[in-house]
């Protein structure tokens, strides 16, 4: 069950595996295949689909990603936002502030700190996925491909207290609370 957070293997068809940069994969048909050692593509988070399901085509949503964590993960889901919360704002004109640099300005909100601070670093651990679910290591989309590449920093520290400084170690922490997700598991079958 645990490869749901990580593994050495994945389902791909040629053309996933193609976009994952994968060679040897061939048809239309869905197989197992085992991932070399630096990909990241392991478990339900190193898919596309799920980086895309939290995004919106422009820019990746971390508030998004986190929640689905939270809520497919760990049947943990947040609490829902007041009404009035709204959302993070895209970068304005003039302004090429990254989705970290537009959350922890919102985090300066005293009634969305506490909240953000609890779901923001779970999202945020997936950055190096774009909008579409492609691995990268600096920030494209919203204009960032005409300026000075920006590194993707996908470091955080979880609600536990333990910090990760890449998507790598966050999935090694993630697989430590291995009883919080056979709880979630079981309850989710049940």
Not at 43 to 57: E, H, K, S, Y
Not at 111 to 135: M, P, T, V
Not at 162 to 189: H, N
């Amino acid at each position: 069950a645990l490869s749901f957070i990580d593994s050495d293997w994945t389902m791909l068809n040629e053309r996933l595996a193609r976009f994952y940069g994968i060679d040897g994969v061939r048809g239309e048909q869905f197989q197992r295949v085992t991932l070399p050692a630096d990909s990241p593509r392991g478990g339900l988070l190193g898919m596309a689909g799920i980086a895309m399901a939290g995004a919106d085509g422009n820019r990746t949503k971390p508030v998004h990603r986190g929640v689905y964590i939270r809520e497919v993960l760990f049947n943990d889901p947040p609490n829902p936002p007041p009404p009035n919360a709204g959302e993070v704002e895209p970068n304005i004109k003039g302004k090429n502030l990254t989705v970290r640099q537009r959350l922890i300005q919102h985090q300066q909100i005293a009634s969305c700190a506490a909240c953000h601070q609890r779901i923001d670093c779970y999202g945020l651990a997936l950055e190096n996925f774009n909008a579409i679910g492609a691995w990268r290591t600096e920030q494209d989309g919203e204009d960032f491909r005409r300026h000075k590449p920006v590194p993707i920093d996908s470091s955080g520290t979880l609600p536990n207290g333990e910090s990760f400084a890449t998507f790598a170690e966050f999935k090694t922490l993630l697989l430590k609370q291995d009883q919080r997700f056979a709880r979630a598991l079981a309850e989710k079958m049940l």
